[in-house]
């Protein structure tokens, strides 16, 4: 087997290596089609496309922090303050929807700000630091909502129903704010300074410091806009069902880590990178949403969704190391 | 700690043996470079043989076709006078040649004794013999290196020379070695530290063992080598026999293909300005009460041992550390301590002593590393202009000489010398009017020191005011206008290079020659 690829072309080979992750994933794909046909149908993929939103806008700020280095648990933390800020100043200050959305990111913002105290200032490490952050913030929600109830608002402004349920020449608006925001992490991360900036700290913090880069600072500003980015699906999520429910956020954390991960995996140089980031969410959302059509048992979907991650990603480094 | 080794005899113990390994006319060579042409070595046993060439002279090369690694094109190699399978790394270690890499590679919390027997640990009828090995690994290192180390201490806990010297052992415990392969060894080491390395060195060869050297200190391999080859462009270009203690320009000439007359710039500067001022800057108990002034135009060294506060002083200047008291002013504007962007926004440009790690970003590429420090000159309203950028890091790359030229070629896989040169040219992009090089020249090879030290003359010329911190005295004399030396935290004397030599230079580093503050 090894002869057989070894003896394959070059380019045939890197790029075998390269995309190994994406054959798994057209693999499935296929596998869901056959298992039910419905699947490919184009009102199920609008499905996987909308289940993958508010996962992708999680994914990008955690894209931003993993490639500065460090790692921010406190994301769903982040999502739920947003969706908590939004629905509280519209239900009960009667906020203009545009003011709702400024103040629920503000309230993301803050989480990241919180973050950015801790590992700039106290010099926490990011994973205690935001660790800490995720208990404080749950706990402050429980207290809030009196033991974790969710807030409702019924008789939501309809601009602010629309980020979940409107469109716009037929496309879904929670659509296109992830693929604004997809658009705008990629040419943040990967064209302007400030991307150049963060990969050196994340690649070598200390020569970016000797460098002169203002570390501290673009640390601050990466976990700041990773918590405004996470409030962002909050917006979506409490617009969706029209109610801030506590501690839901955290059900994006695991998916957004796989997916940044899954991304840095497919990338040449093993970097977090957005377009990588992208296909992890899609893949993780396409394997929840086929299972769900197989008819599965609630129970095993997690399992099997596990283990065709860690079968794709074991492919693909297998693959990668023929490479090399 | 030790009495330094005394230098070999004149009348060299393994004068007029045969050579006990030859490495016979090899050839190799690899796409678009011939990276060995007919190189050839021979060693004697017991002779400590040095190799040295510039890089790219095929020194590495050679010792990768020893160790199997690489199969050569043509030539063999004959140990004892019995030719080994080339290109075989096995047969290589069965024939009991052994290799000490730059890198030390060794496992932090495993013991001594568990890391010299790794892979070959004595087993009895209950389980692994600790204790037996405890005893043979510090036996192993009192007779056969000369240096106490308790089989017991953690890797962790050792310093950087012990560690070397376990790492010898480990390569050396099963008795079988007969030519060993030390490459760079001394790197990392302090100078006790290398003297320790060095008796340990010379013990191995007063029990026959054939060495071969390689290294770009070229004081080192005067010092304890008994011969030396040397290489350019993957030829032989000399052999030293015997090599003595003034043998080091001889060495580098045959290295260069040319004089050296020339590896310091001619002077042509004129101080101005006065630049950068400290005012009894203090940081207890590494340094105390440093007044110090450069003007633009003017090249200062620092002198100072390892612990003499130099390091720490230069993190001061540079915003990594932070003084406890005094003053630093740069162009009459006091300068934010502790902050390393504050000290970039004055215009300095530093240079640091740890290239690897502190002064590139290894796995970004040429360009990228070149521009980190200036991205707001290639960029527009945020966006980098990547045309502009690799235009400019081209052209940055042509002036100062940097291969290969390809600037998307990835830091880490540049020679030292060329990667101090990026570092250099990451700060020249900045246009910097202040530049503190701590150990600029260190693990560069003597070529790339001369364009170093042409291009820091050429700063100064240029109007910069540059601070030159240095372990190497002759680098110091050789470059600047004057010369400060800190002994124990304190400026002790400032000389000129007109006034004073060498030796005294030495030895006012070494707290030698009576000074006065020299109470800590």
Sequence with gaps: ?324 | MTAPVPPPTPVSPIAGAADFLVLEAISKGFPGVQALDGAGLGVRAGEIHGVVGENGAGKSTLIKVLAGIYRPDAGRILLDGAEIDAGSPDAVQAAGIRFIHQELNLVPHFTVAETIFLGQELSGPFGLRTGAMRRAAEAFLKDTLDTDIAGHRLIADLGIAERKLVQIARALIDGKARVVVFDEPTAPLSHTEIEHLFRAIDALARRGIAMIYVSHYLSEITRICHRVSVLRNGRNVGLVDPVGHDDADRLISLMVGRDIGDLYPKRNHAATTPWLTLTALSQPPHYADVDLEIRRGEIVGLAGLVGSGREELVDTITGLGRPTSGRIVVDGRPLRSGSTAAAADHGLAHVPRDRRNDGLVLAMNVADNINLASLEAVSTGGFVRRSAATTRAEQSAEALDIRPKTVTTAARLLSGGNQQKVVLARGLATGASLFVLDEPTIGVDVGAKAEIYALIEHLAAEGAAVLVSSSDPTELLGLCDRILVLVRGRIVAEVTPATTDLDRLVALTTGGEPAGGLAA
Excluded at chain 1, 26 to 34: E, Q, Y
């Design chain 1, 1 to 324: 087997m090894s002869a057989f690829i070894a003896s394959l072309p070059t380019l045939g080979r890197q790029g075998l290596a390269r995309h190994g992750f994406l054959a798994v994933v057209a693999v499935c794909f296929v596998g869901f089609a056959v298992a039910n046909p419905s699947f490919v149908g184009g009102a199920n993929l609008v499905n996987i496309l909308s289940g993958a939103v508010i996962p992708l806008i999680v994914g990008l700020g955690m894209t931003l922090v993993v490639a500065l280095g460090a790692i921010d648990l406190s994301v769903g933390i982040a999502l739920d303050f947003g969706s908590a800020f939004a629905i509280v100043v519209l239900k009960d200050y009667g906020a203009a929807w545009y003011l709702a959305v400024l103040i629920g990111i503000a309230g993301g913002a803050l989480i990241g700000l919180a973050n950015a105290v801790l590992i700039v200032r106290l010099r926490i490490s990011p994973f205690l630091a935001t660790l800490g952050t995720f208990f404080i913030g749950g706990s402050l929600q429980r207290i809030f909502t009196h033991g974790g109830g969710p807030i409702s608002y019924r008789r939501l402004p309809p601009e602010y129903y629309d980020i979940a349920v409107g469109e716009v020449f037929g496309i879904p608006i929670r659509i296109l704010i992830a693929a604004t925001l997809l658009i705008a992490y990629f040419l943040l991360l990967e064209r302007s300074t400030f991307g150049k900036k963060i990969h050196a700290i994340g690649l070598q913090s200390r020569a970016a410091r000797v460098a002169g880069l203002p570390v501290g600072r673009l640390v601050a500003i990466g976990f700041v806009l990773a918590g405004a980015t996470a409030a962002v699906g909050g917006l979506v999520a409490s617009a969706n069902l029209r109610m801030f429910t506590p501690l839901a956020g955290n059900a994006y954390l695991m998916d957004a880590i796989a997916a940044v991960f899954i991304g840095a995996s497919m990338h040449r140089d093993g970097r977090p990178n957005v377009l990588g980031t992208l296909t992890g969410v899609l893949f993780l959302s396409m394997v929840a949403n086929g299972l769900n059509l197989m008819g599965l048992d609630f129970n095993l979907k997690d399992a099997l969704s596990g283990l065709i991650l860690v079968a794709a990603l074991a492919l693909s480094i297998i693959q990668h190391r023929r490479r090399t």
